[in-house]
């Protein structure tokens, strides 16, 4: 066969069917000796070293240096001395290479030629480097094959669109402006250089720890194998076992850092578009919601409040009473998020623009001036976030708009994006200063969002340092989540966007971004109605619910599409402030744990393999299914409940495992409540800045390992962190003679808001015989079909038990 040069065909010839050195691939060849270090065995090949390290019994990291040195670059992503758990590598050497054993994990070592596989405890294989397409090498490229099992799924990587598992798909790495994306278009928005492996209900995670643009395949290439490579930097990764799918999402998180828990405004219902303006515009909005109470929590302003799209500066001609307009909102409950490009105008006079240039702040071109390049503002400059003092100016130019009382920042077009060269982006020769190491934009290009929103971040902590910021970015690499929320950028308005943005979400949430949304309704087009109407219904259950629209499209407000929209949309606004218990409880797991609170199916259920690619419906925290309508002029469609009992979360009724076929009319949502579960809802609120005027109530639906939690804060400040919170564990088991609900004594000093209890207890055919509340008899109850409601039970700071005695069979 003739040899085919071209670099698409590179695979080819490491089959054998060219020689390596024909296109310039190698492999480090065998292995030649194993030394092993305090903390890490080194392995000498024949053209180059491999270091193994165990960072904790489950997680390893391996780095590549193919001329025998290892790279010294910081990560951007790795948080120093994230595991605490350290483990030790027992070696033991063998005539074909040597095992390197965890308690969990068995790394083995093949001699010739040198690969790397990884066992579990048993010696049943995980996942191995192929056997006739070892690591190569190509000047600073470099790319690995492992093998892909039949039934193996793939998941994660970041912003990724099309089908939840990426099987026979490939990605590349390289964050880039996809205005207009549709199914098939990638890269996107943010990457994150990690995906989990489930097989049979195991998993496992790698991370590549590399900034360049890489790629990713998942048997496009190879029907048996899976690869990712990169132009440049490090092959330098790190391996995560579970075999629970939930472990590994822990430990990759617990790796690169989680999402902070955010202020409860942020997870209220937020109205943006692009733009609100005038200044009276904005106040009519408000107004509107406040008079058809609808709740809202937060009003965004997109760049026309700024004068000439320059950040930082107010248009004075469209908002002349700027303050006033942050303050009078702010009497509403309204918190104002505003956008804060990181582009800076190159006009002398703009202050932002003479305080970098004067200190030499920006980003530069390779003769040592400064990088111009065209975006919102027109010419336009950028900092050089990758400096510690650079981000710290950045924060300080918040301080007017934190005095003025803006609660949030919006960081757009962070990618970076650039406006008329083909790339979208800056060239990949301009310079970067990582706190004094010069390098390219190749390296800096996809971390450059991530350090953006470090500094505004940081900024809003330094200006207030007792609040919780928040700041939305659209770009991101890997711990981005740290210092933002995000969501899936400029989205269409159209079904298949609706549908398409559940697996989106989904493999952000596996990737680190728990705290993530899309624009309801879509940002780009005109949603019909029906459209919007089924969108904001299924926003309920996003973790950020945000309604947002661009420029030149139908207005997206819940009112716009008549009464009987307006009456729907209303009632499921309403229903996501019920449910801010439950919600705000699941995102301070979030924050403890990594786990996102919007999770595929297979993530709960890793035990049902027919789950493992459902991307259509999903878990919202550990008790919700969601199972939205998403493909429009269909009739009915299915739903799969996993097995065991559920409750429809609307009536109530319970509802056996498996395959059910539904037709929901335009007002309702599909949700099923997971038996077993305890769900906490609050009376309905204008905003959060309101107390609830009620009771708490516990929605109570039996089943086995019946449970569920609450977590209260003050929902505003950083106060938790030193203990001002409260945490109540609730607990349920039933017999055919009772049914006990109990609420755990509470776990710290915060006092919630809530004095008194109602208990809504779900399946109850049978008619109560007595009721008591610590162990005194109560009348204060009624019983409907199916229902049990125990009203007005007085909570204190300890544990409390209701007790449901029934008639029997």
């Not at 090949?45 to 193919?66: F, N």
Request: hydrophobic fraction near 35%.
């Amino acid at each position: 066969m003739k040899c085919l040069r071209s670099a698409t065909l590179i695979a080819i010839a490491l089959l054998g069917q060219c020689a390596f050195a024909e296109v310039g691939w190698r492999s480090l060849g065998d292995l030649v000796s194993l030394q092993e270090n305090r903390g890490y065995v080194e392995l000498t090949a024949q053209r180059g070293k491999v270091r193994i390290e165990a960072l904790s019994p489950a997680v390893i990291r391996v780095t590549y240096g193919p001329d025998g040195n290892f790279s010294k670059i910081q990560s951007f992503a790795v948080l120093p001395n994230a595991l605490s758990e350290k483990a030790t590598l027992q070696v033991r050497k063998n005539a074909n290479g040597a095992e390197l054993r965890t308690e969990k994990v068995v790394v083995r070592v093949s001699k010739s030629p040198l690969r790397i596989s990884f066992l579990d405890a048993t010696g049943k294989p995980i996942t191995e480097e192929a056997a006739d397409k070892p690591a190569s090498f190509n000047g600073t490229a470099f790319r690995m094959w492992r093998s892909m099992p039949e039934d193996e799924h793939y998941f994660g990587l970041g912003d990724k669109t099309g089908p939840l598992d990426h099987r026979d798909e490939g990605f590349t790495m390289w964050n880039t402006d996809a205005f207009g994306w549709q199914e098939s278009t990638d890269p996107l928005y943010k990457d994150v250089p990690f995906f989990l492996g489930v097989r049979s209900g195991a998993a496992y995670g790698i991370f590549l720890d590399n900034t360049y643009r890489t790629n990713f395949e998942f048997g496009k290439e190879f029907w048996n194998s899976y690869s990712f490579g990169s132009d440049g930097g490090p092959l330098d990764y790190y391996f995560f076992y579970g075999p629970n799918p939930k472990q590994v999402v822990e430990e990759f998180t617990q790796l690169v850092g989680r999402v902070p828990l955010p202020p409860l405004f942020a997870l209220g219902f937020q109205q943006c578009r692009y733009s609100y303006y005038p200044e009276s515009q904005v106040r009519e909005i408000a107004a509107q919601f406040r008079k058809r109470q609808i709740p809202a929590d937060v009003i965004y302003l997109d760049i026309d409040y700024q004068q000439n799209n320059r950040p930082f500066a107010v248009d004075r001609e469209r908002f002349p009473n700027f303050e006033g307009m942050i303050r009078d909102l702010g009497a509403e409950g309204f918190k104002v998020v505003a956008i804060t490009d990181l582009h800076i105008a190159k006009f002398p006079g703009y202050k932002p623009y003479d305080e970098g240039l004067q200190h030499g702040y920006f980003v530069k071109n390779p003769d040592g001036s400064v990088y111009t390049g065209i975006v919102w503002p027109g010419e336009s400059v950028f900092p050089d976030f990758t400096r510690k003092e650079v981000r710290d100016w950045w924060g300080t130019l918040y301080t007017d708009f934190v005095r003025m009382g803006v609660r949030g920042f919006w960081n757009d077009m962070n990618e970076p994006a650039l406006f008329k060269v083909p790339s979208k982006t800056m060239p990949l020769n301009t310079v970067h200063s990582v706190e004094g190491r010069l390098t390219d934009h190749r390296e800096i290009h996809n971390v450059l969002g991530m350090e953006n929103v470090h500094g505004t971040h940081d900024g809003l902590l330094k200006l207030l340092p007792n609040v919780r910021p928040f700041v939305l970015t659209r770009a991101g690499y890997a711990g981005t989540q740290r210092y933002a929320a995000t969501w899936t950028g400029d989205n269409t308005a159209s079904w298949n966007h609706m549908r398409l943005s559940l697996p989106q979400m989904m493999n952000l949430g596996l990737s680190g971004f728990s705290f993530v949304g899309a624009d309801i309704g879509g940002f780009n087009g005109s949603a019909t109605p029906e459209l919007l109407t089924r969108w904001m219904e299924l926003g309920v259950f996003n973790p950020i619910y945000r309604n947002h629209s661009a420029k030149d499209t139908r207005y997206r407000e819940p009112w716009v599409d008549g009464p009987e929209h307006e009456q729907i949309r209303k009632h499921y606004i309403e229903t996501r402030y019920r449910l801010l218990p439950y919600i705000y409880t699941g995102m301070e797991e979030s924050s403890r744990t990594g786990l996102p609170l919007m999770r595929p199916m297979f993530l709960e259920f890793p035990e049902n393999p027919d789950l493992a690619t459902n991307g259509e419906e999903y878990m919202f925290g550990r008790s919700l299914l969601v199972a939205p309508r998403v493909w429009p002029f269909v009739g009915t469609y299915e739903i799969n409940l996993p097995n065991g009992d559920w409750y429809d979360f609307w009536t109530g009724a319970r509802q056996a495992g498996g395959k059910i076929v539904m037709d929901p009319p335009l007002e309702t949502l599909p949700v099923f409540v997971r038996a077993g579960s305890i769900i906490p809802e609050q009376p309905v609120i204008q905003n959060v800045d309101e107390v609830p005027n009620g009771p708490l109530e516990l929605r109570v639906f039996p089943g086995p390992d019946c449970g569920g939690d609450l977590y209260a804060d003050d929902g505003n400040t950083l106060n938790y962190q030193s203990g001002e919170s409260v945490r109540l564990h609730l607990s349920c088991s039933s017999t055919a003679r009772s049914i006990e609900v109990n609420t755990s004594a509470p776990q710290g000093p915060f006092q919630p808001w809530f004095k008194r209890l109602q208990i809504t207890v779900y399946g109850i055919t049978q008619k109560p015989t007595s009721v008591e509340v610590d162990g005194r008899a109560v009348s204060n109850w009624k019983q409907e079909t199916g229902v049990l409601v125990v009203a007005d039970v007085p909570w204190a700071a300890s544990a409390h038990t209701v007790k449901i005695s029934l008639s029997g069979n």
